[in-house]
């Protein structure tokens, strides 16, 4: 893995590609769209260079050109994989998350948008798994595996990926973009740069998502049971209604009959 980390050349300074509503962690791939002019100018620019840009969250996710001041400086460099210009104007990239960066210095470009330079986040390097961060890792495993089963989206890709992490540091943020985080949140797990410490604040998230999970699962039971019971309760009433029906027309039959004979 060190090794991985030493052959990626990152240049110094790349465009910048402001992020609404998600924060992108390294070794993340996932599509984005993206809409706004700046931002089409900042993805051309990167694919024109080396292929890398900088993503970073938005503070304000209602913000359409956002300055310096509302851009959160830690972010990910990513590599633009592919483009694909949609009819509507916009472009779908296809985007790898690389390495954690901070931004130095932002530079306005010409053209409008900003370049960023930027400096390469290391994190320290964990050299044994002692027994204690592999119990917390197992703990991770299984209340994401739990959620899973709570959400009900338990695929056997899903659970053969998380067993197969042994990074503290992937794990941690593997999870972390797969729980309904706020973007503060999400940013907040960025930004712890020890692997361990990161995995223990996850950690921490997981317990409060699996209560959330667990209390939303029990509720749409109840919801369920009860919708089965009104349901029962109006077939049945339905039935009574039409065999006392037919007993009205039966005695009205019975009373015709009756003034007849008399």
């Known amino acids: 893995m060190e090794n991985e980390k030493q052959t990626i050349d990152i240049p110094e300074n790349i465009p910048l590609l402001p992020i609404r509503d998600v924060v992108i962690y390294p070794y993340m791939i996932l599509p984005l769209f993206v809409g706004r002019g700046l931002s089409i100018k900042a993805v051309d620019e990167a694919l024109n260079k080396d292929r890398y840009i900088f993503l970073a969250a938005q503070k304000d996710s209602s913000v359409e050109e956002p300055a310096e001041e509302q851009i959160f400086t830690v972010g990910t460099v990513a590599m633009v994989i592919r483009m694909l210009k949609l009819p509507d104007g916009r472009v779908k990239i296809l985007v790898q998350g690389v390495a954690k960066a901070r931004i130095r210095n932002f530079i306005k470009d010409e053209r409008g948008f900003f370049t960023v330079d930027i400096e390469k986040i290391e994190e320290p390097e964990i050299k044994e798994i002692t027994v204690d961060v592999e119990a917390l890792m197992r703990s991770v495993k299984e209340q994401s595996e739990r959620i899973l089963q709570l959400r009900g989206i338990v695929s056997p890709d899903a659970l053969s990926i998380l067993e197969a992490i042994d990074d503290p540091g992937r794990l941690a943020d593997l999870v972390a973009s797969n729980l309904r985080l706020k973007v503060e949140e999400s940013q907040a797990v960025l930004e712890i740069i020890d692997p361990v410490e990161r995995l223990k604040h ?30 029962r309760e109006y077939f049945l009433r339905e039935q009574l209604r039409a065999i006392q029906q037919e007993l009205g027309d039966t005695d009205e039959k019975g009373k015709e009959i009756e003034e007849y004979q008399e």
């Open 202 to 231: 996850v950690n921490g998230l997981l317990s409060k998502e699996m209560e959330l999970s667990e209390v939303q699962a029990k509720i749409q039971s109840q919801a369920k049971e009860e919708m089965s019971k009104t349901q």
